[in-house]
C-alpha cells in the first residue's frame, strides 16, 4: 500500500464512551433481600476474628515475652496494611474482569489467607518450643516471630475482605436507596453479631476442652482457649463465606475502553493521586473528624482487657489467676457492648433522624465517647480505694474488685457500644454522599476512607506504650488522650461537617448530590 492510500482507509467508528465503575455499580439490577443478607453475613465472621484479636491477643504477645510498652507495636501490622492492602484491593476489586466477578475473587483469597494466618498464631507457642524456645520461659523470640507473621497475614486478609464486602453489598443493591440502606444496617449487624460471638467465645476459659489437643507443653491454658476461639472463628468464617459465594452469583466487569476498543490501563498509586485531589471540602472534613475518632478509639480497644486486669482487678501480668479473670471480665464487657452495638445498628436511621440529622448524631456520639474514657480514670481510682487482700492457708491474695466497681467497668463497655455502633456505620455513609462527584469506584472510596482510620492507628501504636510508660506503665494516659481527642472530634462535627438530610444516611446517591444543610 502506498503512503498516500492511507487517506482512504476508514477507521471503525468509536464505542460510546463506557461510564466509570461507580456508575456501573449503581446501574447493576437490583437483588432480592435474601442474597444482600447473605453477604453482609460475612462480616460475622470476619468480626469474630477481629473481637479475638482485640480482646485476647495483647495479653498473649504479653505472655510471650513482648514488653506491655511494646505490645502496641505489633498493631501496626493493621494500620501499615490497611494503608497499602484495602486500597489497593479496592481498587482492583473495582476493575477484576474475572469470570467469577469483581469482589468474589478478593473475598474468597481474604478467606484463604484468614485460614493461614489464624493456624500461625495459634501455633505459634508450639512451633517456637519446636524449633528451640523453652517451654516456660520468656521471653520466647522464635514464637513471637511466628506470631508476627501470622498476625501480619491476618491484617492483610481482615483487609482484603471487608472492603469488597461493603462493595459488593453496594453492587446487589443496585440503585435502590431503601435497599443500600438495609444492606448497610444488616453489615453493621452482622458486626456486632460477630463481636457477641467472639466475646462469648473468648470470656469462657475452659472453652479448649472442647478441643482438648490445643493444650500442650507449649501451650498452657490461656494459650489453649485462644487456640480452640480460633479455630471456631475460621470455621464460621468458612461457612459462610462458602454459602455467599456459592448461592450469590455476581455480574462479570467490562472495562472501559478506548475509541480503538481497547480496555485502557490502569495506574494505582495515579489513581489514588486523583482521588485526592479530587476530593471535596466536606470530605476532607469528614477525614478529619474520622481521624480524630479514631485516635480516641484505638487506645480502648488495644487495652480495653489488659486495664480489666491491670487497674480494675489489680493483677499484673505474670501472677496468673487474677489478671486472667480480670481479662475474661472485660471479654464479658465487650460482650455488652457489641449487644448494646448490635441494637443501636438496627435503629440507626431512626436515631439519625430523632437526633436532627447525622451531624448531631456523630458530634453527640463523640462527646458521649470522651465521657467514656474519662470515666476509666474514675473507675480506676474507686478500684484502686476498695481493693482489699484475703489470707487463706496462710497465703495471702487479692480479692476480686467489689461490684459497684464491676457494675461501673461494664457500664463503661455497655454505653460504649452505642458511639461504637455510630462510628461502623456513619464515616462510610457520608464518604458514600460526599465522594458522589469524585470520580472513582465504591472500593477506592472506600480505599481513601481507610487512610484516615489506619494513621491515626499508627500513631496510636507507636505513641501509646511508651507515652503509657512515661506516667508509670498503665493504661489510663492513653486513655486519657483519647478523651481529649473524642472531645475535639465531637466539637468539630457539629460545627464544620456538613449534615445531609437524615433519609440520605446510608444511602449512596445515583447522578446529583445529596443536598447539604
Known amino acids: 500500500m502506498e503512503s498516500g492510500d492511507l487517506i482512504n482507509v476508514k477507521l471503525p467508528p468509536s464505542p460510546p464512551p463506557s461510564p466509570p465503575p461507580e456508575q456501573l455499580e449503581s446501574q447493576s439490577s437490583e437483588r432480592p433481600i435474601w442474597q444482600i443478607t447473605t453477604v453482609a453475613a460475612i462480616a460475622a465472621g470476619v468480626q469474630f476474628g477481629w473481637a479475638l484479636q482485640l480482646s485476647l491477643l495483647t495479653p498473649y504477645v504479653q505472655l510471650l515475652g513482648i514488653p506491655h510498652k511494646w505490645a502496641a507495636v505489633i498493631w501496626l501490622c493493621g494500620p501499615v496494611s490497611g494503608m497499602v492492602v484495602q486500597p489497593l484491593v479496592g481498587y482492583y476489586s473495582d476493575r477484576c474482569t474475572s469470570r467469577f466477578g469483581r469482589r468474589r475473587p478478593f473475598i474468597a483469597g481474604g478467606t484463604i489467607l484468614v485460614a493461614i494466618a489464624v493456624f500461625l498464631i495459634g501455633y505459634a507457642a508450639d512451633i517456637g518450643v519446636k524449633s528451640g524456645d523453652k517451654a516456660g520461659n520468656s521471653p520466647k523470640p522464635r514464637a513471637i516471630s511466628v506470631f508476627v507473621i501470622g498476625f501480619w497475614i491476618l491484617d492483610v486478609a481482615n483487609n482484603m475482605l471487608q472492603g469488597p464486602c461493603r462493595a459488593l453489598l453496594a453492587d446487589l443493591s443496585g440503585s435502590n436507596s431503601g435497599r443500600i440502606r438495609t444492606g448497610n444496617s444488616l453489615f453493621a449487624f452482622f458486626m456486632a453479631v460477630g463481636n457477641v460471638l467472639g466475646y462469648a467465645a473468648g470470656s469462657y476459659t475452659r472453652l479448649y476442652r472442647m478441643l482438648p489437643f490445643t493444650k500442650t507443653h ?300
Open 218 to 517: 507449649a501451650c498452657d491454658i490461656y494459650c489453649a482457649n485462644l487456640k480452640t476461639c480460633f479455630f471456631i472463628s475460621i470455621a464460621l468464617l468458612l461457612t459462610i463465606t462458602v454459602l455467599a459465594l456459592t448461592m450469590v452469583p455476581e455480574n462479570v466487569f467490562r472495562p472501559q475502553t478506548d475509541e480503538f476498543g481497547e480496555a485502557k490501563r490502569f495506574v494505582f498509586f495515579g489513581e489514588m493521586a486523583g482521588a485526592l485531589k479530587l476530593l471535596s471540602r466536606p470530605t476532607w472534613i469528614l477525614l478529619l473528624v474520622t481521624c480524630l475518632n479514631w485516635i480516641a478509639w484505638f487506645p480502648f480497644l488495644l487495652f480495653d482487657t489488659d486495664w480489666m486486669g491491670r487497674e480494675v482487678y489489680g493483677g499484673e501480668l505474670h501472677d496468673g489467676d487474677m489478671y486472667r479473670r480480670g481479662v475474661s471480665a472485660g471479654a464479658v464487657g465487650l460482650l455488652l457492648n457489641s449487644v448494646v452495638s448490635g441494637v443501636t445498628s438496627l435503629g440507626m436511621e431512626r436515631l439519625t433522624r430523632a437526633c436532627g440529622g447525622v451531624k448531631r448524631l456523630w458530634g453527640g456520639v463523640n462527646l458521649l465517647l470522651a465521657v467514656c474514657l474519662a470515666m476509666t480514670v474514675l473507675v480506676t481510682k474507686m478500684a484502686e480505694s476498695s481493693r482489699q487482700l484475703t489470707t487463706e492457708n496462710g497465703v495471702t491474695s487479692l480479692r476480686p474488685p467489689s461490684a459497684g466497681v464491676k457494675g461501673g467497668a461494664f457500664s463503661v463497655f455497655a454505653v460504649l457500644g452505642i458511639p461504637l455502633s455510630v462510628t461502623y456505620s456513619i464515616p462510610c455513609a457520608l464518604a458514600s454522599i460526599f465522594s458522589n462527584d469524585s470520580g472513582v469506584g465504591q472500593g477506592l472510596s472506600l480505599g481513601v476512607l481507610n487512610l484516615a482510620i489506619v494513621i491515626p492507628q499508627m500513631f496510636v501504636s507507636l505513641a501509646s506504650g511508651p507515652w503509657d510508660s512515661l506516667f508509670g506503665g498503665g493504661n489510663l494516659p492513653a486513655f486519657v488522650v483519647g478523651a481529649i481527642a473524642a472531645a475535639i472530634s465531637g466539637i468539630l462535627a457539629f460545627t464544620l461537617l456538613p449534615s445531609p438530610p437524615p433519609d440520605a444516611v446510608f444511602a449512596k446517591v445515583s447522578g446529583r448530590d445529596a443536598p447539604m444543610h
